[in-house]
């Protein structure tokens, strides 16, 4: 466990490191050495393009472990991700990618948006996985995109697109057997992608965070979220949704490193 003092040396060495980007629940930091981030994981959670806004005390730890775990096991099935290794509660280190401006979504079960979209009752499995697009854009609300805008407006090659469906869809069967086998249905999931040069070739790998924050979670038995649904719509305590999945998938840290409260007076 890290002592308290240890956090605030993170801390105090943070401020000194060279902010590269700050998003809403992410925050890169110029990583060790050249082609290398860190990715700091922020409690801050948002929802409705960030008109919703909270800190959730130990959310950011959570999904950092959690997503470690599932880069690391789609790594060991030949999914290549920006993932390098975790360096602390917070924090991993990762290979920088140029970031491609497109948000696929995959849908199993109706839910969200979808759901909404097309009148469809939210838990009806559909017949196949759907994927979809979106464009990476705040100010625009992240509008749902398809392949012709991508190919028009040239977010990314057809090659490149190619690529990330076949990747998002192996992912989808990897983790929905995953999450099955700890009794979670894998409902939906959002992933980004983004581009390495390798021997100045282009590569399209994994990046971002796969967590409880980027898919929809239903405990298979009592339908139960476990997801960032808990906070958008407010069903409960997100932190007890978010542990439920890392206890359940083993990857659980300390309790008190999870919360740091202070210093506890002794008596
Ligand atoms: N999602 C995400 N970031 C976004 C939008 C969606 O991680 O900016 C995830 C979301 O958590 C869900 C899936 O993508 O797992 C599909 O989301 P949906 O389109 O239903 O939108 P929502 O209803 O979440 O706004």
């Known amino acids: 466990m890290l ?17 590269v980007y700050e998003g809403k629940a992410k925050t890169l930091y110029a990583g060790p050495e050249p082609g290398t981030l860190v990715q700091y994981f922020k409690d801050d959670a948002t929802a409705f393009n960030a008109e919703k806004h909270a800190i959730i005390d130990g959310k950011g730890v959570l999904n950092n472990f959690i997503s ?4 690391k096991h789609l790594g060991s099935i030949g999914i290549p991700t920006h993932f390098v290794r975790r360096l ?21 079960v109706a839910a969200g948006s979808l759901a909404k979209k097309f009148g469809i009752e939210e838990g009806e499995s559909l017949p196949r996985p759907i994927v979809e697009y979106y464009f990476k854009d705040d100010k625009l609300g992240d509008p ?24 998002a ?16 249905k894998l409902v ?50 997100l932190m007890e949704a978010y542990t439920e999945i890392a206890e359940r998938l083993g990857v659980m840290p300390e309790k008190s490193a999870v919360r740091p409260t202070g210093p506890k007076l002794v008596h």
């Open 68 to 71: 470690e775990y599932v880069m």
């Open 88 to 108: 602390n509660m917070r924090e991993q280190l990762i290979r920088e990618c140029e970031i491609i401006p497109l948000e696929i979504v995959v849908r199993n």
């Open 3 to 19: 002592s308290h003092s240890v956090y605030n040396m993170i801390g105090r060495s943070m401020s000194r490191r060279r902010l």
């Open 144 to 167: 749902m995109v398809a392949e012709e805008h991508i190919a028009a407006f040239n977010w990314c090659s057809p090659q490149d697109l190619d690529d990330m469906v076949s990747m």
């Open 169 to 184: 869809l192996r992912i989808n069967d990897f983790l929905s057997g995953l999450f099955l086998g700890i009794g979670v």
């Open 188 to 237: 939906d999931f959002k992933v980004e992608f983004g581009h390495v040069f390798e021997n100045e070739v282009p590569r399209v790998i994994l990046a971002d965070e796969i967590s409880p924050d980027s898919c929809r979670l239903w405990d298979i038995k009592s339908g139960q979220k476990f997801d960032k649904d808990v906070f958008r719509r407010d069903l409960g305590d």
